[in-house]
């Protein structure tokens, strides 16, 4: 599950989620992690605030038995600043112009689980060039020859080599190295989505 919506001139919250497992309950629960989403963000609620009523609205579905990974900032093109919580998902990867790379790890566990979770909110300032990439564990996990995983660091090394590109042409780049990779199509579920900051 993915998301991006308009908060404000400035502002834009992404989001990007992961279910635990497949089939019908498994895509009822993403249904409704979506729909909480949407009807959370606003420019009043904070990324932190976001995640804890999301995890509420998961409890009250208790049937479903599921945990959630789910990530949720706010982008400020004014500002160029990115605040987000990570509630136990695959840490985004941040590429400067210069090839730096950082990942943006803080946050806490997974949704959907615990009522008393708390999701920690960091800031980070992006400049222009950086490319900001959410991924799901589809991407890290296709397995290749000899079941080896596409894993982070050949995720990473595209992202470095190809941080001049768009964040559309960043995206196609990202799946057609991972399903050469895999030799073919994905097993899992794979979403990726790129901010490029101009």
């Known amino acids: 599950c993915y998301d991006v919506l308009p908060l404000s001139a400035t502002r ?24 909480s989403v949407r009807a959370f963000a606003t420019s009043h609620c904070t990324p932190a605030q976001l995640a804890a009523n999301a995890n509420a609205s998961l409890l009250r579905n208790g049937g479903l038995r599921r945990f959630v990974t789910f990530f949720y900032g706010v982008y400020d093109s004014a500002t160029r600043e990115l605040t987000f919580a990570n509630a136990g998902h695959n840490p985004p990867i941040v590429v400067g112009a210069d090839g730096r790379v950082r990942r943006l790890t803080a946050g806490g566990m997974v949704l959907g689980v615990f009522e008393a979770t708390t999701v920690e909110q960091q800031h980070v300032h992006l400049t222009p060039g950086d490319r ?8 890290v996990e296709a397995e290749g020859p000899g079941n080896e995983e596409f894993g982070d660091g050949r995720l990473s090394g595209i992202v470095v080599r190809r941080r001049a590109a768009t964040a559309a ?29 101009e």
């Open 12 to 35: 834009l919250a992404i989001s990007v989620a992961d279910v635990c497992g497949k089939g019908l309950a498994a895509a009822l629960l993403m249904s409704n992690l979506q729909a």
């Open 169 to 197: 042409a960043l995206v196609d780049r990202i799946f057609a190295e991972v399903t050469d990779f895999a030799g073919g199509p994905l097993q899992d579920d794979a979403t990726v989505v790129v901010l490029a900051v």
């Open 132 to 139: 900001l990439v959410l991924f799901t564990d589809g991407i």
